[in-house]
């Protein structure tokens, strides 16, 4: 399925959240984008689980396989949608998991 990750992560006021990975230095006023959130929640490891080299690899390349896609037409494999969901779902607070997975879900 193709999925639109070119949007904005808002809030349920939709205010725009902004990107917590940001530093000092950057922008702090840029917005977070699905596909930056989505493939930084593949890349980071799970907290209480050690992946082994195959997970990592498998996430690597998924992770490069979204940033590959124009950031309109991301085309995601079921199993693939569900790798995504369950990152996101351990990475990040309700409100952006909410977001996301709705979008995953094709709302």
Do not use: H
């Amino acid at each position: 399925m193709t999925y639109d990750f070119n949007l904005q992560i808002v809030d349920l006021n939709k205010k725009i959240i902004n990107n917590p990975f940001l530093g000092q230095g950057d922008d702090l006023d840029a917005s977070w984008l699905v596909i930056e959130a989505c493939v930084s929640a593949i890349l980071l490891p799970p907290q209480k689980k050690v992946e082994t080299g195959e997970e990592k690899f498998e996430n690597y390349n998924l992770a490069c396989k979204m940033k590959a896609c124009p950031e309109t037409n991301v085309d995601l494999t079921v199993d693939e949608a569900a790798k995504v969901k369950k990152a996101v779902g351990r990475c990040y607070g309700s409100a952006v998991v909410g977001f996301i997975w709705k979008i995953l879900d094709g709302e």
